[in-house]
């Protein structure tokens, strides 16, 4: 696993057979991704798969020193990126710039009954949800007790919400729920923040229901991790979103 200065973002690689590896959302510069295939190539790895986990930019980056090979995604993952694929360029030039336009978000949908990747390594199982954003999904490596959650369960970042869903609290809490109920896990990668063991995984997920439950109630102001403007600022957006939806249900 790497961790790019930027947003704190990590970048997950699990090694298969044969030297083959899978690439989970590779971040978040050109030069992070550059460093990484450098990397892979000095350890004789080569890329045989690639997992996008939800469609926000910064999830949805490759680059051609990682080569070919399918990078997987749900089919409502692979459907936000194609309709939103021109604002999510734009967004990376402005944060990141140097991505080839060409690569972003490129995906492979993965057929709606599969819940494994079809790669010849570990078993990775997809656990679909839809907190933070359409066909969003968390990665279980059961030989290895590793939960990848992506963007939920940081340990730095309180709950973001989608503000596109009809019930964006109800769909965050049905993810916790999912990661809850996944047995013997050892180790928590978020998509941004630091790497747990299980008993901390539990914790964040405690941490992130109680932030909901203050939010309902008007609140959640006080939560340790809003250390941020843009956290901030996402907080109040998500006491707009509450009001706008008659109290988030």
């Not at 930019?57 to 997987?72: F, I, K, M, N």
């Not at 290895?144 to 973001?160: F, G, K």
């Not at 503000?163 to 999912?178: C, E, I, M, T």
Request: hydrophobic share 40%; net charge negative.
């Amino acid at each position: 696993m790497g961790t790019s200065h930027l947003y704190t973002t990590t970048t997950t690689v699990v090694i298969g057979a044969a030297g083959g590896c899978l690439v989970i959302d590779p971040a978040v510069t050109p030069d992070d991704i550059g460093v990484l295939a450098a990397e892979l190539r000095e350890r004789g790895l080569r890329v045989v798969a690639g997992f996008s986990t939800h469609p926000h930019w910064d999830h949805v980056l490759w680059s051609a020193e990682l080569g070919t090979a399918p990078r997987y995604a749900t089919t409502a993952n692979v459907a936000a990126v194609r309709k939103h694929r021109a604002d999510g360029i734009r967004i990376a030039d402005d944060e990141a710039p140097g991505h080839d336009p060409d690569l972003f978000g490129r995906l492979t949908p993965l057929p709606d009954t599969a819940t494994t990747l079809p790669w010849d390594g570990p078993a990775v199982r997809v656990l679909e949800h839809q907190a933070h954003a359409p066909g969003h999904a968390a990665l279980h490596i059961p030989s290895e007790h590793v939960l990848l959650t992506a963007d939920t369960c940081s340990d730095i970042e309180i709950p973001l919400l989608d503000p596109n869903a009809s019930d964006a609290v109800a769909d965050y809490r049905h993810a916790l729920r999912l990661f809850a109920a996944v047995s013997d896990v050892r180790h928590v990668i978020p998509g941004h923040g630091s790497v747990g063991d299980g008993a901390e995984l539990h914790r964040r997920i405690a941490a992130d229901h109680e932030y909901l439950d203050h939010l309902a109630a008007g609140g959640g102001d006080t939560d340790p991790r809003l250390t941020e403007e843009w956290l901030v600022k996402s907080h109040q957006a998500h006491l707009e979103y509450l009001t706008s939806t008659a109290g988030g249900r």
